[in-house]
């Protein structure tokens, strides 16, 4: 009964998590301009009901999902826009209330969550981001199951994976675009190739002197060989292992930063 209890809890806690809101980006969008007109074009397409964004993790889907919703705020295609960031979910059956507590369903009591969520939406024209769903793809069919009853929702959602429902329309996400080391462009040109800013702004965080200069540049260009499995180097170790939790561990003054991105840093900055 009280581990009964204390799961209860704990999915209550995690479903708030995921609340509607769209979650407020520190950084702006970099490069994306082709894909971010894609997705809002077809978002705002009359016959598109769900649009998944597809890409291994940490290519940047939450981020261009997120600008895209930002970007159709006040825009009369939608009378609102929900965000539900199902990534802290650990099970599928959550879903369907993720989606209710995003969208302000009222509580269900012992009814259905899907079937006041139904009733709540009914034709609103609403965008509801359906972010990071790859680990709960047994919970499409409730996505499905609102779709086809709630003729103004329109999904778009993120995963590694496709949500294989007869309304989805897929878009590949690719890395941002890489330099080509062998083929140096001029400073600043580099540095306004996607990949590259994105590196240097992670850079700058972590250590506000870093520079792009001449004898860091091919080092900074070959840091984004791509692998063979599709994935950038940019789009992992820089997004997240090198400068998330690590960054912070600096921030709070550790006085010896075992980091070895501090050190390749310093490298670079020769
Ligand atoms: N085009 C971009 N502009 C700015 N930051 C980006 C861009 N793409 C990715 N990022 C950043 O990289 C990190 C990983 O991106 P994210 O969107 O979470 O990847 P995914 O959802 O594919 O796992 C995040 O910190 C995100 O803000
Ligand atoms: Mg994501």
Redo the contacts with the bound molecule.
């Keep these: 009964m009280k581990n009964r209890t204390a799961t209860a809890k704990r999915s209550e806690m995690l479903l708030d998590q995921a609340l509607g809101a769209l979650p407020p ?8 301009d082709d894909e971010l007109a894609t997705v809002r074009a077809q978002v705002l397409a009359k016959d598109v009901r769900l649009l998944t ?1 597809i ?13 895209v919703a930002e970007s159709l705020r006040g825009n009369p295609g939608f009378s609102d826009i929900r965000f539900a960031d199902l990534a802290p979910l650990p099970e599928p059956t959550l879903v369907a209330a993720a989606i209710a507590r995003a969208v302000g369903a009222p509580h269900a009591g012992d009814g259905s969550v899907l079937e006041a969520t139904r009733n709540h939406l009914g034709a609103r024209r609403i965008l509801l981001v359906l ?2 769903f790859e680990h709960l793809l047994e919970a499409a069919t409730d996505v499905g199951g609102l779709l086809a009853t709630c003729s103004g929702l329109v999904v778009l959602a ?1 995963s ?1 994976e496709p949500l294989h429902l007869r309304w989805e329309r897929t878009l590949p ?1 690719r890395p ?1 675009a890489l330099p080509d080391p062998k083929h140096l462009p001029p400073l600043e040109r580099l540095a306004a190739v ?1 990949a590259v ?2 590196f240097m ?1 992670r850079a700058r965080a972590a250590d506000p002197n870093f520079m792009l200069a001449a004898h860091n540049a091919e080092a900074v260009a070959r840091r984004f060989r791509p692998r063979s499995s599709g994935v950038s180097i940019c ?1 992992m170790p ?3 292992r090198c400068f ?1 939790t690590r960054r912070f561990s600096w921030a709070a003054g550790h006085s010896k930063p075992r980091n070895r991105w501090r050190i390749r840093l310093e490298r670079y900055a020769g």
């Design positions: 980006q520190a950084a702006k969008l970099i490069g994306r964004v890409g291994p993790g940490g290519v940047g889907k939450t981020r261009l999902a997120v600008a972010d990071n993120t590694r996400l941002l996607p800013a994105l702004e789009s820089v997004n997240r998330g």
